[in-house]
């Protein structure tokens, strides 16, 4: 955990797991807005260093890449466009927080049926996730739609509203008590 903390909040590391190692990887060009480029002489495909963009920690402390035919001015310019979408996003995202944070729904009743659900689920999430159909007999893909279709029938047939009612009945009961 403590290794996971520091990923997230340790701004050099979360730079060197995403970019390698300053001096050697990249250089930073800007320190107040955090825009870097490569050393002279390097190119991405030869700096040996290939992270994962955008995985480790706070992106608004994740440093810039100046793009090739970019100018500094103007990948600064970039990142501090960013970095205020981004603070204004979250901020109106934590003034408009959900009503049902610290709700959790204790399945026990419909643990049995959840099961049933969570195995028709397995069943369609890979056919509805790249969007194809059922086979048809002459072997070509009918359309997502059908398929979409036939999954909310057998949720249906599975009881899935009895669920939702269960859950829903719950979090009004537990919405009514944080009043």
């Known amino acids: 955990m403590i290794y996971i903390d520091l990923m997230l909040k340790d701004v050099e590391l979360m730079n060197t797991l995403q970019f390698g190692i300053k001096g050697e990887h990249y250089e930073l060009l800007d320190e107040e807005t955090g825009v870097i480029g490569l050393p002279n002489g390097l190119t ?9 963009p955008g995985v480790y920690g706070d ?11 970019q100018s500094l001015a103007d990948a600064v310019e970039q990142k501090k466009q960013t970095v205020a979408i981004d603070t204004k996003m979250s901020e109106d995202a934590l003034k408009n927080s959900s009503k049902g944070v610290g709700f959790v729904y204790d399945n026990k009743k419909q643990a049995a049926r959840i099961a049933g659900l ?3 689920v397995s069943q369609y999430v890979g056919i509805l996730s790249v969007g194809k159909g059922n086979k048809g007999s002459d ?7 059908s398929t979409y279709a036939e ?5 249906e047939k599975a009881k899935i509203n009895l669920v939702i009612a269960d859950k829903n009945e719950q979090f009004q009961n537990w919405l009514a008590k944080q009043n």
């Open 44 to 52: 991405a495909e030869s700096s040996g260093y290939y992270g994962l």
């Open 59 to 69: 992106k608004n402390h994740i440093y810039t890449m100046k793009g090739e035919t």
């Open 118 to 120: 969570d195995s028709l």
């Open 139 to 145: 072997g070509t893909y009918t359309g997502p739609g």
């Open 151 to 155: 999954f909310i029938e057998k949720l």
